[in-house]
């Protein structure tokens, strides 16, 4: 079996090629541009090659475009591969190519997981969902410091048409710049919101069609804090966690365990390791403040963490926690609930509306 590397670019790709005994057979260099060139190329090896590519962030054509006509094809991890390069100089596309084949052949080749296309999808959903978020939460702000500016107190939550009553009210006292930043800024809130809406309609006809998908997203809504955004963040983000072993890997995957330095008896731990998705990170950790004020149980267990370290180091590690609990729900199969004498311990409570803000999951 001929062992195949790829160094892929933006614009053009390096190919080496290996024979059965591990010798350089064959180099080429093709311009991205022309996939039938690419196509014939790896056609021509068919079911008797293997084939190792390094999980750049467009990968994505070049795979569905080469796995279906070669025998195997391996995501190659970029952070673990350069950890293991021998050469620190004299980088060049050929060589990183060879060396990708040579780890595929010697069977050392440190692998990413290669999500199917239909989380693929759900991931682009997400994280224009996501980006939406952020920017509507941006243009409130914006907003919001204009009304700081004034010393006009607003509404509690700048929505759209509390937005458009608090500045025909206050356009009096708007100077005229002010008065043009005020509608250029409900106009950015208008569209997002107006996005908002659709994308979420996007991601729920994505859940009917991928019915399995639905029900695992319904069971990780189950836990308090996460919503349906959240929940599809997760099996964005992670493409399913029952590929994780325990939740200490799992959580290791989001970035959110902390760094060990370890010296004979000597161990400090430091701050979190934001190894992953920085998106997956930051819905949990939201997700974690919404549990923390509507759910008496998170806020027991915050609590009990922050009392030693502190509330934002207490939900960071109540946003690990999260992981974990979605990691279980997922493997049993069932609804989340808590442990019978924690949850005796409290009775629950209804979240109630304080300050024109509700407690809702993300």
């Known amino acids: 079996m001929k062992t195949i590397g790829v160094d892929l670019h933006k614009d053009s790709l390096t190919v080496a090629v290996l024979d059965e005994t591990g010798q350089l057979e064959r180099r080429e260099r093709m311009a991205t541009k022309c996939r ?41 991890n970029a952070t ?85 009553k608090w500045i025909l009210a206050n356009d009096p006292k708007l100077s005229p710049a002010q008065r043009t930043y005020t509608r250029k800024n409900l106009d950015q809130i208008l569209l997002f919101e107006r996005q908002e809406i659709d994308l979420d309609r996007d991601l729920e006809a994505f859940f009917a069609a991928q019915s399995d998908l639905g029900q695992r997203a319904t069971l990780l809504q189950t836990i308090p804090g996460i919503g349906p955004l959240a929940s599809a963040t997760i ?58 004020r509507c759910d008496p149980n998170a806020r027991r267990i915050i609590g009990r963490i922050a009392r030693r370290a502190g509330l934002n180091k207490a939900v960071t590690a109540y946003a690990r926690k999260l992981l974990t609990y979605a990691r279980s729900v997922l493997a049993r199969n069932q609804p989340f609930a808590w442990p019978q004498p924690l949850a005796a311990a409290s009775q629950p409570k209804v979240a109630q509306e304080k300050g024109g803000a509700w407690c809702y999951a993300i």
């Open 36 to 76: 039938n060139q690419i196509l014939e190329f790896f056609a021509s090896y068919g079911p008797q090659c293997q084939v190792a590519v390094e999980s750049v962030g467009f990968y994505h054509w070049f795979w569905d475009l080469v796995q279906p006509r070669v025998g195997r094809m391996l995501l190659a």
């Open 80 to 164: 673990a591969v350069k950890a293991l390069r021998p050469y620190r100089d004299a980088k060049t596309d050929p060589r990183d190519a060879a060396f990708l084949a040579r780890l595929l052949h010697e069977g050392r080749l440190p692998t990413a997981f290669a999500p199917p296309p239909h989380l693929r999808q759900l991931k682009t959903l997400v994280h224009l969902r996501c980006h939406v978020a952020r920017s509507l939460s941006h243009a409130r702000r914006l907003l919001r410091w204009v009304s700081l500016q004034l010393n006009l107190p607003g509404p509690s939550t700048l929505t759209s048409d509390r937005a458009q």
């Open 235 to 292: 099996l964005a983000e992670t493409a399913g966690t029952d590929r994780f072993p325990d939740g200490g890997r799992i959580g290791s995957f989001a970035g959110l365990v902390p760094r060990v330095n370890k010296s004979a008896d000597t161990v400090h731990h430091g701050s979190i390791t934001k190894a992953g998705s920085p998106l997956l990170r930051w819905v949990l950790q939201q997700s974690a403040w919404v549990a923390y």
